[in-house]
């Protein structure tokens, strides 16, 4: 075994690499183009008085702190790396929708058209927020960021923080927050040095092994051919399980030592296998 060495702060004088994640992602922008299929959206009902500015602080703040939400993705040398804005504020205009009528199904799809909207990561920022005022003390905020900046982990992260800087900015207090002794820059550098020569080649044949034989896509019985290229022209269905079954699925979940996910993901795969007739 090898020992894995730590991530250290690296300098921001020379070219930063993308990590392989993000990476993956850039390829796969580069070969389909500008598209929202990659993007993560987060949408709050805000009731009560609402501090603009301070929301407009607050997220500031965040991307000032989080340097992976100032970054853009540019060509080098025929090689992407990641450039990193010095300063970047947030505005947040407020759309007005009171006297429209039916203001609520106007939002959803106003929220829809800016989900699907394209980031254009080599110019533009990967974290776009949109806000509009349905009530006198009702609004709902949209932020979406593109996949290669965030996961569905750091939405959790950025709400909490969210609210800590909007807090700290109405009561005139400090933010506790603890420092941030690396950045994502940082991981990519050191993802990029560690896995090199014998750590990567251990890696690649280790895949290379087990997905040896992989099966070709499902033949699912479709009512109609595939599209020769992928669209992402999908719908969604939606399913509520009962009280039980999902106390029940939570515990097997447990007991198997895997998450809920895992364990509903595993149900589908069987579906798919029973469908198909493939394993």
Excluded at 65 to 82: A, G, M, S, Y
Aim: net charge negative; charged share 20%; hydrophobic share 40%.
């Amino acid at each position: 075994n090898l020992a894995v060495p730590a991530i250290v702060p690296v300098s921001r004088d020379a070219d930063i690499p993308l990590s392989w994640a993000q990476e993956r992602l850039w390829f796969v922008n580069q070969l389909e183009g500008e598209s929202g299929a990659y993007t993560i959206d987060f949408t709050l009902r805000l009731l009560g008085n609402l501090n603009v500015k301070a929301l407009e602080h607050a997220f500031t703040q965040i991307v000032q702190r989080h340097e992976v939400l100032r970054t853009r993705f540019e060509i080098k040398d025929n090689k992407p790396v990641q450039v990193i804005d010095t300063n970047t504020t947030i505005t947040l205009p407020v759309a007005d929708l009171q006297n429209l009528p039916d203001s609520e199904k106007l939002v959803e799809q106003l929220i829809t058209e800016e989900i699907c909207k394209p980031f254009d990561l080599a110019n533009g920022s990967v974290l776009r927020v949109k806000m509009w005022q349905v009530a006198t003390d009702e609004h709902v905020l949209l932020f979406a960021i593109h996949h290669i900046a965030a996961d569905g982990w750091s939405m959790s992260v950025l709400i909490g923080e969210l609210s800590a800087y909007y807090r700290s900015f109405l009561t005139s207090s400090s933010v506790d927050l603890p420092e941030l002794p690396i950045q994502y820059a940082d991981f990519s550098v050191w993802q990029r040095q560690w896995l090199t020569n014998q750590v990567l080649d251990r890696q690649l044949s280790y895949w290379k092994q087990h997905l040896t034989g992989a099966p070709p896509p499902l033949e699912l019985p479709t009512d109609r051919p595939r599209p020769a290229v992928q669209t992402f022209r999908g719908g969604t269905e939606e399913l509520r399980l009962d009280p039980l079954v999902t106390q029940q699925l939570k515990k097997q979940s447990q007991e198997s030592g895997s998450t809920l996910f895992m364990t509903l993901l595993a149900g589908f795969v069987v579906l798919m296998s029973r469908y198909s007739g493939q394993t």
